[in-house]
C-alpha cells in the first residue's frame, strides 16, 4: 500500500439511539459490514460518529474478526466483522483530542477514512485524496450494499443519443466536477434499464431531465424512488437540471428529500445540498 495509506484512521457511522454506545463496550469493539482494507489492525485509530459528526468513542484497533454474524449499526443482522479494541483504549474523546469530524454522511453504518494528522475525510482511490465520502470495501468483490451491476461513466447516459439534452448535460455536469472516475452507470435488471448517473463519492443517484416543469420534476421524483428500491442500501437521489427550477420547486424536492443540481447562467452547477 502507498506510503499515505499509512496516516489513515476509521470513522464509523454509529446510530443516535441512546444507550446503543453501550453496546460497543460489551463488544469489546465495532461492528461493520465490510473490511475496511487500508485500516492497519495493531495500530490504526478508529472513530465511533454520531449525529452532526459527533465523535462519541475512540479506540486502537487490535484486530479485524470476520467475516462472521454481526448486528450492525442499523439493527440489521448479516455477514460481517468486528474492529476488535485494544484493551483499554476505549475512551470518549479527552483533552487535546478532536470531538467532531466533518463527514457528510448518508447512512448509519457507513464508514470511511481519515487522515489522523489533519482529522479531515480522505477519499481513497489508486491514489489518496481529498474527498467527502468513502464508499465501502469491497467484499469478495463485489461492492456492499449496492445490488445492481455498474459500468464506469464513459459519455452521456447508456440507451441514448449522444446528442439527446440529458446526455449533453450529464456530460456537462461530469466535465465540471473534474472527477470523471467517481462517476457510474447501474444496471437495473428487473428494470432493463441504465441509471442516467451515480456518484460513488456522495453515494447519490441522479436523474437527469431536460426541462425544469412541474410535471417532469414530480415524473422524476416518482423514477427515483423506484429505481432506489433496487439498492440494499439505499442511496441519496439528486435531479440534475439545466436550469434552476424556482422557489417553489426547489420547495417540492426539499419536501421529497430529493436535492436539485442546475447550470447556472455561468456554466457553473449549484447544488441544493451544498447551499
Known sequence: MIKQMQNLGLAVRWNDTPGSIARIARLGGVPVHACPKHLRPGRGLVAVVQRKGSIARLFECISIDGPRLVTLADGSIRKGYVLKARKNTLHSPGLGEPDRLSYRWHAVGQFGYFDIQKWRAVFVTDRPRD?????????????????????????????????????????????????????????????????????????????????????????????????????????????????????????????CNVAAIWRTPAGRFSDSNRR
Do not use: M
Open 131 to 255: 474527498g467527502e465520502y468513502l464508499p465501502e470495501e469491497d467484499t469478495d468483490g463485489l461492492p456492499p450494499y449496492h445490488s445492481p451491476p455498474r459500468a464506469p461513466y464513459n459519455c452521456g447516459i447508456p440507451g441514448r443519443p449522444r446528442g439527446a439534452p440529458e446526455s449533453k448535460l450529464v456530460d456537462d455536469y461530469v466535465r465540471w466536477i473534474g472527477e470523471p472516475e467517481r462517476f457510474e452507470h447501474h444496471y437495473l435488471q428487473s428494470a432493463r434499464l441504465y441509471t442516467d448517473l451515480f456518484d460513488r463519492s456522495r453515494w447519490r443517484l441522479i436523474e437527469a431531465k431536460a426541462t425544469t416543469d412541474r410535471v417532469v420534476l414530480r415524473t422524476a421524483v416518482g423514477q427515483l424512488l423506484d429505481y432506489r428500491r433496487f439498492y440494499l442500501r439505499h442511496p441519496a437521489i439528486a435531479i440534475l437540471l439545466p436550469q434552476n427550477t424556482g422557489k417553489a420547486g426547489l420547495a417540492y424536492l426539499g419536501a
